[in-house]
Nanobody
């Protein structure tokens, strides 16, 4: 089981930037894909980004594509989410999560965007974008 801790959230004005970080321990982190999700009050958990074990493959929904960028440093067991041009609708609690499948070889946006694909979740970090 992986233990995940998110950091970097906060309050930012529309158009601003934040960089979230997810620090992992417990599993062989570099052997698993990682995803970021978010959840606003009254809404379901929403896919934000995913990255393969090597970092060569990434996925984003249209709502954040071109504004958010996911990256990982396997030597440090961290996955970051750089968020630019933030909008009020980006306000949510952001979670990182680790894939259930070790050394996944098949990647698709459909698979990686499903919360059920992931086994371990962090406790989240709040991002608030003011208008």
């Amino acid at each position: 089981q992986a233990h995940l801790v998110e950091s970097g959230g906060g309050l930012v004005q529309t158009g601003g930037s934040l960089r979230l970080s997810c620090a992992a321990s417990g599993r062989s982190f570099s052997a698993y894909a990682v995803g970021w999700f978010r959840q606003a009050p009254g809404y379901e958990r929403e896919f934000v980004a995913a990255i393969s074990q090597s970092g060569n493959t990434t996925y984003y929904p249209d709502s954040v594509k071109g504004r958010f960028a996911i990256s990982r440093d396997n030597a440090k067991n961290t996955v970051d989410l750089q968020m630019n041009s933030l909008k009020p609708e980006d306000t949510a609690v952001y979670y990182c999560a680790v894939d259930r499948k070790l050394l996944r070889t098949y990647f698709s946006k459909t698979v990686m965007s499903q919360p059920e694909t992931y086994a371990d979740w962090g406790q989240g970090t709040q991002v608030t974008v003011s208008s």
